[in-house]
């Protein structure tokens, strides 16, 4: 008798709650968890109890389910929870790949996560029951949200240029929006920070936003400047609610941050600044990552933007005029500096000459694991002309992971009420891995910043909520059995910044609509996450 039967025959034999349905027969659901530490997603303190599922829904929680299953597990010692929400990742790459074993998005599988937000810092294409039915036909490992993108309307209208649209190019970008959200999107993604998004000005958004907001979405942001760039830290924190008020729709902050130590401390002013709005009645959310780097492009963290007009190409062009190099190359010595110097940054990928996909698959090139300091010494370079050598040879594009962020404002951030988890998981840092179960252990078990419950909270049912996603970020009947059993003694990260790419431990089990996408610790492969499109209210889309 295998264990799980012993189990079911235990509960059979000994339990007086045993009761019998409507037809006389004992009611057996699929798989039973009994006897764990249950969070149900809501700010409820946890029960030991048990969760039932059957399909793909939750059809009992509680101290004792009355019922039988086909399948027992014993949860004694584990914590047992909705499964996690991840509001901001680059997961696409998993999902969209061709193999299967990646599709079942073994990343975020093993941090116990169960649905992923796509599309986010304004990349969601608007054409989504397209990119929906490409990732339901093969099959996905976990759900998936997804934005439309302002960058992605962006370009598709305006190219790279960096200049207003025209009335026609405008209400060109309004109707893609008013696509998007049609086609099931969760809101309008912005990432104003990047190029060509941060050629808008307010006033092109904020017309954007507002066909989002009708249709019931809400309006997600990589700010226009999380640093000293350009308008701003708080400048640029005061534009999004801008965006909120007049474009009457919900804010959300990705990845909220202070970047460099420009702004260290401001997390404080921020949060003030959020505060007020709330009490307002403005609807303001962010969601944060709990690592000390960031993780973006080198051209983007050093390289001014009117350098990068007209995309990598026209960069590199730039590179070799001699007329606009000590200019450009005076930006960068000032952008370095707000980096943390050359020793704060950490090149992880690059394209290469003959890959244009490189930021997943490319060859390791000569830079690739190393601080630039060691790359400028390996060159015999200084570092902002190494910086532009690295550039050159991955032909304008390379990523990296920047030590720009404090451990008092990740702090501070993580404590409000309206904070929730997110990875921003992307290829060559290990938040991609690893964000969940750090968050856990370093904030929970080591720090004490936030307790087990908020850490639940914030990464399930307030997400949910935030987002209003359909029965999804709670155990309750009825609702949808994505359902996490984690080992609390186990849970903890395996990444770290030089091995990004390590699966993370301690889930025992994962449901993903009722079936087991981690079970007894390993992957399954199960293909069992969905497409989770919005639905607009009546009547906004024709
Ligand atoms: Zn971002």
Known sequence: MNRSRAATFLLLSSSP???AS?????QQADV????????????????TGD??????KIVYVGPKAPMTAKRTIDAKGMVVAPGLIDAHTHADHFLEDSDKGQRANPAWVMQGVSTVFVGVDGNGTPNLKAKFAQYQKPGIGTN???????????RAVLGEAA???????????????IQGMCEGAIGLSAGLFYAPQNFATTEEVIPLAKEAGIRGGIYDTHQRDESSYSIGLMNSTEEVLRIGREGQIPVHYSHIKTLGHDVWGKSADMIKLINDARAKGQNVTANQYPWLASNTGLDAALVPRWASDGGASAMLKRFDDAALMPKIRAEMVKNLDRRGGAGAILITSGYTADDSTGMTKGKAAPWTGKYLSDVAKMWKLDPVDAAVRVLREAKGRASIVSFTISEPDIENFMKQPWVVTSSDGSVGHPREYATFQTKYAVYVKQKHVIDE???????????ADIFKLDRRGYLKPGYFADVLVFDPNRYVPKADYVHPAVLSEGVQELFVNGVAAVDNGKMTGALSGRPLPHTPPPGTCK
């Open 17 to 19: 709650l045993l009761v």
């Open 453 to 463: 419950a908020f850490f639940i909270r914030h990464s399930t049912g307030l997400t």
């Open 163 to 177: 200049r207003a649209p025209t009335a026609a190019e405008a209400s060109r970008e309004k109707q893609l929006v």
């Open 51 to 56: 969760v039932a599922i059957t399909g793909d």
């Open 144 to 154: 998936v949200v997804s934005y439309v993108g302002f960058g992605a309307i962006r």
């Open 32 to 47: 039973l968890i009994t006897g764990g530490k249950l969070y149900d997603g809501s700010t409820a303190a946890p029960i």
């Open 22 to 26: 409507a037809s006389g027969q004992v």
